[in-house]
């Protein structure tokens, strides 16, 4: 088990705060976000679109691995990992908490 818990990785809730589709990136249904950590806002980029729109996941609660360094997708920095599921079409499906919690808690 590493010192960032028994993922190898910090994962923290986080709400997304703003989203707008990512026209400029090469892959597909790409989604720039900023996602309040509670402590901080930062920057994600997600492929969200095939199963979301931008405005319906303004305000929702995700998981976010934190620790993972950050990468430049087409001039947005991408801060953290925003975490999802395969659906039944093999597309990201968003992992979120069913209850409302802290901003920034971290998964254990």
Known sequence: MSDDGPF??????????????FE???K??????RIDLGDEV????AQLGYHHTPDEVVGKQ????TNLGTVNVAGFESEVLTLGVP????????????????L????Y
């Open 8 to 21: 190898g990785a910090t994962i923290r809730v986080g709400e997304i705060t703003d989203a707008a589709a």
């Open 24 to 26: 400029e990136a090469r």
């Open 28 to 33: 597909p249904e790409l989604f720039r976000l």
């Open 42 to 45: 930062v920057g994600s980029a």
């Open 62 to 65: 995700v998981l976010c691995a």
């Open 87 to 102: 659906g039944d079409d093999g597309n990201p499906v968003l992992v979120v908490p069913d209850d409302e919690v802290p």
């Open 104 to 107: 920034g808690g971290a998964l």
